[in-house]
């Protein structure tokens, strides 16, 4: 599984990373402060759509909605938020330890964000998880089926050799960019 973070503020166009990503790659509009995230929304989600890519709006389920995106994706303090299981959409959820994997999966969601593994520039100065712990904290979620533990934070063409086993999928911001 690979996941494409989309920040419309990071470096270049990301609608030009869009155009070079495979059909099915997952995409998540992360973008939460726009005053025109919604119109921005619709740009995005037609492109995928033309692309054959599944759009997840992040923190946003009615938005996701209206756009006709596949799924929301849900930031690691909104990931108790059960009744979203209920829609009729795709659910990943972020998580930075071991009981919010286990609260995302509790929710039903289909992927778990787990971040961040290495330093990012997102999240500057964040001690990563490296790639030790990530594989503890893999084994300990392995048991549930049916929801991808996917790595997140820092995830290139060189760290992407360093994940351990396990690992279901990536997801990458800057990566996609190169």
């Known amino acids: 599984m690979s996941i ?11 609608l030009d990373v869009l155009d070079r990503l495979s059909p ?5 509009l992360r973008d939460y402060d726009r005053l025109d995230r919604a119109a921005w929304a619709r740009t995005v989600a037609a492109r995928c759509r033309r692309r054959r890519l599944v759009l997840l709006v992040a923190g946003d389920a009615r ?4 756009v ?62 490296g790639p030790h712990r990530l594989a503890r904290l893999l084994a ?10 996917v790595a997140l934070g820092g995830i290139s063409a060189a760290t992407v050799r360093r994940l351990p086993p396990g690992v279901d999928g990536i997801a990458a911001i800057d990566g996609w960019s190169a």
Not at 140 to 149: M, T
Request: no cysteine; hydrophobic share 50%.
């Open 4 to 14: 494409y973070v989309l920040d419309r503020g990071r470096d270049g166009d990301p």
């Open 24 to 28: 099915g790659t997952w995409v998540i």
């Open 63 to 66: 938005l996701a909605l209206r």
């Open 68 to 129: 006709g995106a596949a799924g929301v994706h849900l930031p690691q303090g909104l990931a108790r938020l059960g009744g979203v299981a209920r829609l009729p959409l795709l659910i990943s959820a972020a998580a930075h330890d071991a009981a919010a994997i286990r609260r995302a999966m509790r929710i039903g969601a289909d992927a778990v964000l787990v971040s961040p593994v290495f330093a990012t520039r997102s999240h500057p100065g964040a001690p990563g998880l």
């Open 140 to 149: 300990r979620h392995r048991g549930a089926r049916g929801v991808a533990l």
